[in-house]
Nanobody, 117 residues
Framework: QVQLVESGGGLVQPGGSLRLSCVAS????????MGWYRQAPGKQREWVAT???????DYADSVKGRFTISRDNNKNTVYLQMNSLKPEDTAVYYC???????????WGQGTQVTVSS
C-alpha cells in the first residue's frame, strides 16, 4: 500500500512563504507522477500542481506564478514551494501519486496551511 506523508505546513502571514514536503514510500518513485491537492474548510478537494516523472510541471491558475513544485527522486520526496501566500490559500494540503494517468485513491493525513495576519 502506498504511503504518503506530508509536512511543512503552519501559520504564515499574507505575503509569506512556506515549503511543503511529501515523502512517498512503497512505490517506484522515479517513474510516478506526483501532485499536490488542497482542501479548504467547507470546500471540495482541488488540484494544485503536478510534476511528471519527466519533470514537466503544471499548475492551477490560482497558484500559477506563486507556487513551484519540484521533486528529489533520491529522497522519494516531492516539494511545494509556496510564495506570496494569500488567505485563500488556507487549506489542508495533500500530495498524491499518479501512474498511467490514474491518481492513487487514498490520501495521507495532509498538512495544514493557514494564511492569516
Amino acid at each position: 500500500q502506498v504511503q504518503l506523508v506530508e509536512s511543512g505546513g503552519g501559520l504564515v502571514q499574507p505575503g509569506g512563504s512556506l515549503r511543503l514536503s511529501c515523502v512517498a514510500s512503497r512505490i517506484i518513485f522515479s517513474i510516478n507522477d506526483m501532485g499536490w491537492y488542497r482542501q479548504a474548510p467547507g470546500k471540495q478537494r482541488e488540484w494544485v500542481a503536478t510534476i511528471t516523472s519527466g519533470r514537466n510541471t503544471d499548475y492551477a491558475d490560482s497558484v500559477k506564478g506563486r507556487f513551484t513544485i519540484s521533486r528529489d527522486n533520491n529522497k522519494n520526496t516531492v516539494y511545494l514551494q509556496m510564495n506570496s501566500l494569500k488567505p485563500e490559500d488556507t487549506a489542508v494540503y495533500y500530495c498524491n501519486t499518479r501512474r498511467n494517468g490514474v491518481w492513487y485513491n487514498e490520501w495521507g493525513q495532509g498538512t495544514q496551511v493557514t494564511v492569516s495576519s
